[in-house]
């Protein structure tokens, strides 16, 4: 017989169970990471606008304000501020800031002055900005990152209410031509709709700093960084996997809020970039880590479980079954999810990103062991 029959629990029957469980869990893997996305509606928008405050802390990013830091100052918004914190800058950052202060009046400039004897994070730069942010509402973003429209701040300012103190939006990466990019923009859009999807089932645990809003009385009420500023990187995730819960948080799912940031051009930087991010995961929640390792582990076994089906001839055929039936359901949630974050080119091609990813993202844990924090950089 070609299929097993099931008439005694053999090497076939095991490996079908085993296969069977596969995509079970691969469902259910879709059904808790990506539907609550597929299927989220836009809140209607507060009556009020609030005062905001945008935050940028800038090192050596002369270039990147130069072109990006109009976007910023233009919104289309009745007040708010823009404050561009120059950490340390030897470049010609400040005179950026200086001459764009003339033409825009909501520009404000802080500078942080070199010091011989007390080295600092981007987390102490963020800290001076906010302290010195004039309003109550908070949003973030990084000097090599730009909105996609002049109604960024509206949508995100707009999800502020009462009891939503904290503001998760997208911050995706630039579209160039070749491989790398695209696996890059995949990597970064499968991770945001993984948590805005938690966020949206009021399970939140981490938000990206590219595009990200709280409030200033939330952060000195939850003290800040204090809990894990010996670690460099974690001003956006760490603080919120702290302070995040299904109460205070809202997602802000617009294009027009989307944020796009310039991607590495090449594997190493990628790679070194990787692992600066996955450093702070071992600090996340329990209930984080888990919910994060359950994605993975559902990915890794279904995968598994179809190089299981080759190991038999009554089960070899069966792999190519799954694996179509796997395709099917991977285009029918990611389809609207990607439309939604404006990343439709990526869908057709992502069959393929989802496993070279899985493939890569040993290499990329691997890479942390040996990861030594520098400077910070975006």
């Known amino acids: 017989m070609i299929f097993p ?17 596969g995509i079970l869990l691969l469902i259910i893997g879709y059904c808790v990471n990506i539907l609550p996305l597929v299927f989220y509606k836009k809140k209607n928008a507060e009556n009020h606008l609030p005062p ?5 802390c800038a090192k050596n990013e002369d270039d990147n304000l130069t072109e990006f830091l109009p976007k910023i ?23 950026v800031i200086v001459e764009f202060s003339r033409i825009f009046d909501n520009l404000k400039k802080v500078t942080i002055k070199e010091d011989d004897y007390y080295k600092h994070g981007k987390k102490f730069a963020l800290l001076v900005g906010i302290k010195g942010a004039k309003y109550e509402n908070l949003l973030l973003t990084d000097a090599d990152c730009y909105p996609a429209s002049e109604n960024w701040l509206k949508e995100m300012a707009s999800c502020f209410t009462e009891k939503k103190e904290i503001v998760l939006g997208y911050g995706a990466y630039e579209k160039h031509t070749g491989l790398l990019n695209k696996l890059i923009r995949f990597d ?15 399970k939140p645990y981490m938000g990206v700093g590219r595009n990200l809003a709280y409030t200033k009385d939330l952060f000195f009420r939850s003290k800040g960084f204090s809990n894990h500023y010996h670690i460099q990187s974690g001003d956006d995730d760490l603080f919120i996997n702290n302070v995040a819960s299904g109460l205070n948080t809202q997602v802000c799912v617009d294009k027009e809020a989307i944020t796009y940031s310039k991607p590495k051009k090449n594997y ?15 600090l996340y929640k329990s209930s984080s880590k888990s919910r994060i390792a359950f994605s993975y582990f559902t990915q890794y076994y279904f995968y598994l479980s179809l190089l299981g089906l080759c190991l038999s001839i009554n089960t070899i055929l069966i792999a190519p079954i799954l694996l179509t039936l796997k395709v099917i359901i991977h285009w029918i949630m990611l389809n609207k999810a990607t439309k939604k974050l404006n990343e439709s080119d990526l869908l057709w091609g992502s069959v393929f990103f989802e496993p070279v990813l899985l493939i890569l993202y040993p290499a990329f844990h691997l890479r942390k062991l040996f990861y030594k924090p520098g400077k910070w950089t975006n």
Not at 5 to 21: D, K, M, S, V, Y
Not at 52 to 56: E, H, K, N, T
């Open 73 to 95: 100052c233009s919104q289309n918004y009745p007040e708010y501020e823009v404050i561009v914190v120059n950490d340390c800058s030897f470049d010609n950052t400040e005179n």
């Open 52 to 56: 905001v405050s945008i935050i940028i």
């Open 5 to 21: 029959q099931f008439n005694e629990l053999g090497l076939p029957e095991i490996l079908c169970l085993f296969a069977a469980a």
């Open 188 to 202: 970064a859009f499968m991770i945001a709709v993984q948590y805005l999807s938690a966020a949206i089932k009021h």
């Open 268 to 282: 190493r930087d990628w790679t070194i970039q990787k692992a600066r991010h996955l450093s702070t995961a071992p």
